[in-house]
């Protein structure tokens, strides 16, 4: 019998590496188990995902040649509990000897055992020695975040912490860090559920980063204002609780009735749209839209250590057509003299400032810089042009956060 957290973590690799299904959905998917085996199972597929590159370089010298795809994940996933989690070794070597036999895999059980037992004498020496940010990160990656890459790519070694936005007038739980944009920051793996103040709606889990764009919005009490890709509804409830009437549109029905269910926690007000937000048309002219457009996502890595296997190349150019019809669609809305905050959390400079400077060479646009002092401890991410670009590489003393790209505009 295999332990169901093993047995977990071999499903959502598979899901993750052999079909391109998205971590969360998988874990989603897998098969009834206790909620504790999910999260260590949950763990254990985010460790091998996290440090993949590395866990393969430290196997590939005791394989003589390359095992089948399935006997692969079973040896990471073994590998990752000697060199990364700290679980005994033999331990570590039964319970991959046991997937790998209740996996259909029997003729490679005595080649999982011998290759955990050397690994298991030689590995942690051998781990220290490896490029760990380098092997870890998708060669397309790492170019394309040029001379950052190394720094960003070291933030993602690590777990990220828990952030809060705690709405106004309300208590921060306990055990927190007040951070200097105004989030509240707990350990790594902190169950939110479990905070005081949750159920009362006090606070939402919600990145620093993530924070600032509805921050840099500067929504008055009464404006009418569209938040555009809204799900699940984070940047939203930061617009309501400053008093927006707010739209929230957003296209998938399932992610909008997240919003919905986070709203009436938060006892916060919203009008809830379930459509294409390039064609949605609001009543009367905006006072102000968020534009938070859908992207490859590479800013949040460090959350979602699947993301550098599910995107290519190649999806940067297809969402940058979204983001750009998007953009339109937001420009269309506003009244003149209207605001627009643009956010991505990219990484990629194609979905960032490239589509800013392409918005403001076809729409009538213009950009609203935002002012350092709008950012106090957060120079460093202002760009000449006024623009925000966040990486994980920011703030690493107290943590990092996640990477966003946020421009302002206004429409003139
Ligand atoms: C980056 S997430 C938004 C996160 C959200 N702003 C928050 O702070 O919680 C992007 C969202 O846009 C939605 N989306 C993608 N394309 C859309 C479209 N054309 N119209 C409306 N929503 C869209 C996605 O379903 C997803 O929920």
């Not at 559920?193 to 980063?209: H, N, R, S, T």
Request: with cysteine; charged share 20%.
């Amino acid at each position: 019998m295999t332990d169901p957290t093993r047995a977990a973590a071999f499903d959502l690799l598979s899901a993750v590496l052999d079909r391109h299904r998205p971590l969360e959905e998988a874990l989603v998917a897998l098969p009834p188990m206790e909620a504790r085996d999910r999260a260590a199972g949950h763990r254990l597929a985010a460790s091998v995902l996290r440090r993949m590159g590395s866990l393969d370089a430290a196997l590939e010298p005791y394989l003589k040649k390359s095992p089948p795809i399935p006997v692969r994940h079973v040896l990471r996933i073994g590998a990752a509990g000697l060199l990364l989690l700290g679980t005994p070794a033999h331990a570590a070597v039964a319970t991959a000897v046991a997937l790998a036999r209740t996996r259909g895999l029997v003729p490679f059980a005595g080649l999982v055992n011998a290759v955990l037992r050397r690994l298991a004498e030689a590995g942690p020496a051998l781990l220290e020695t490896l490029d760990g940010p380098r092997l870890d990160t998708p060669a397309w990656l790492w170019t394309a975040w040029g001379p950052q890459a190394r720094a960003i790519a070291e933030s993602h070694q690590h777990e990220a912490p828990l952030d809060l936005t705690v709405r106004p007038g309300a208590e921060p739980p306990p055990g927190g860090e007040a951070l200097p944009t105004g989030s509240w920051r707990f350990a790594p793996g902190t169950r939110v559920m479990e905070l005081a103040g949750y159920d009362q709606g006090a606070f939402w889990v919600q990145d620093a980063a993530a924070a600032l764009p509805a921050l840099l919005l500067r929504v008055q009490a009464g404006e009418l204002v569209a938040d555009l890709c809204a799900a699940p509804g984070g940047k939203a409830a930061q617009l309501a609780a400053a008093g927006a009437r707010l739209v929230a549109v957003e296209r998938d029905p399932a992610r909008m009735q997240r919003l919905r269910d986070n709203f009436t926690r938060l006892r916060l007000e919203v009008e809830a749209v379930t459509a294409d937000a390039a064609e949605f048309q609001p009543a009367a002219p905006l006072d102000a839209v968020l534009l938070d457009a859908p992207c490859s996502a590479t800013g949040t890595i460090r959350r979602h250590p699947d993301v550098p296997y599910l995107k290519r190349p190649r999806d940067i150019a297809a969402l940058a057509e979204q983001q750009d019809r998007l953009l339109d669609a937001a420009c269309a809305m506003l009244r003149p003299g209207g605001r627009l905050v643009y956010a991505v959390c990219s990484l990629q400079p194609e979905e960032g400032p490239a589509r800013i400077a392409a918005a403001l060479s076809r729409l009538p646009l213009r950009r609203d810089p935002v002012r350092p002092e709008e950012l106090p401890e957060l120079a460093e991410a202002l760009t000449p042009a006024g623009e925000v670009r966040t990486t994980p590489a920011l703030w690493v003393a107290l943590g990092g956060m996640d990477g966003f790209f946020i421009s302002r505009l206004v429409r003139t």
